[in-house]
């Protein structure tokens, strides 16, 4: 199992945008300060600005930054097209290169997270 924690601008906001957005399932949520959500094998921690001992383990952590988790799809086009639909912001446009196609996606905070879905093997 893994986890990610993000600080963000406003946590309930935040929380809505992934669980509505990208399915993620509330775990624990302090309005206004914390919230917990899970999607399959990961964590996603969302934390207010000073909330918690985030605020003096080296530095002031804010949001917005260009860490972000990596949210792997089999149908990048259709997620894309229904987040577009919900009124989701991208930043920039989808690349092609590498081991598949990507697009990136700001959370309300501007956190990005990264769609990606790999190439899809050739039939010889």
Same mark, same amino acid.
């Given at each position: 199992?893994?986890?990610?924690?993000?600080?963000?601008?406003?946590?309930?906001?935040?929380?809505?945008?992934?669980?509505?957005?990208?399915?993620?399932?509330?775990?624990?949520? =302090?309005?206004?300060? *914390?919230?917990?959500?899970?999607? #399959?094998? %990961?964590?996603?921690? &969302? $934390?207010?600005? +000073? !909330?918690?001992?985030?605020?003096?383990?080296?530095?002031?952590?804010?949001?917005?930054?260009? =860490?972000?988790?990596? *949210?792997?799809?089999?149908?990048? #086009?259709? %997620?894309?097209?229904? &987040? $577009?639909?919900? +009124? !989701?912001?991208?930043?920039?446009?989808?690349?092609?290169?590498?081991?598949?196609?990507?697009?990136?996606?700001?959370?309300?905070?501007?956190?990005?997270?990264?769609?990606?879905?790999?190439?899809?093997?050739?039939?010889?």
């Amino acid at each position: 199992m893994a986890s990610v924690r993000y600080i963000v601008n406003d946590v309930d906001r935040s929380a809505e945008f992934y669980r509505n957005l990208l399915e993620f399932k509330v775990d624990k949520h =302090n309005p206004g300060k *914390f919230a917990a959500l899970k999607h #399959d094998d %990961l964590t996603l921690y &969302l $934390s207010a600005p +000073g !909330a918690g001992s985030g605020g003096t383990a080296g530095g002031s952590p804010e949001p917005g930054g260009w =860490n972000r988790l990596m *949210f792997v799809t089999d149908d990048i #086009d259709a %997620l894309m097209s229904r &987040l $577009s639909d919900a +009124g !989701a912001k991208f930043r920039g446009e989808l690349s092609e290169a590498g081991a598949g196609r990507a697009r990136l996606l700001e959370d309300p905070s501007g956190n990005l997270v990264e769609l990606f879905e790999f190439k899809k093997e050739s039939a010889h």
